[in-house]
């Protein structure tokens, strides 16, 4: 079992930037696939990235593509989430999530491991 935990949401203004990690424990980090996920109130839990084992592959929403990028540093056991550009849309409890054997997945039943979510809010 891995555990997970998300840091770096804040509050920022429209166009600013934020880079959330997410710090892995328990187990082999390399060995799993990760993604990132959002939820605003009252909104179901959306795709927002996802990379391979080794980071070779990654894969974003459509909403996010060309301004979040998704990386792992599998020595630190740490994935992140550089966000630019923000945009009040993108305002939303962020989390991460891993699986051991499907890459890509864009669901989140696809994924067996979640962290707690960190808060991220994008003002106009």
């Known amino acids: 079992q891995v555990q997970l935990v998300e840091s770096g949401g804040g509050l920022v203004q429209a166009g600013d930037s934020l880079r959330l990690s997410c710090a892995a424990s328990g187990r082999t980090f390399s060995n799993y696939a990760m993604g990132w996920f959002r939820q605003a109130p009252g909104q179901e839990r959306e795709f927002v990235a996802a990379?391979?084992?080794?980071?070779?592959?990654?894969y974003y929403a459509d909403s996010v593509k060309g301004r979040f990028t998704i990386s792992r540093v599998n020595a630190k056991n740490t994935v992140y989430l550089q966000m630019n550009s923000l945009k009040p849309e993108d305002t939303a409890v962020y989390y991460c999530?891993?699986?051991?054997?499907?890459?890509?997945?864009?669901?989140?039943?696809?994924?067996?491991?979640w962290g707690q979510g960190t808060q991220v809010t994008v003002s106009s």
């Open positions: 990379i391979s084992f080794s980071g070779g592959l990654t």
């Open positions: 999530a891993a699986d051991r054997t499907r890459v890509g997945g864009r669901r989140p039943l696809e994924y067996n491991y």
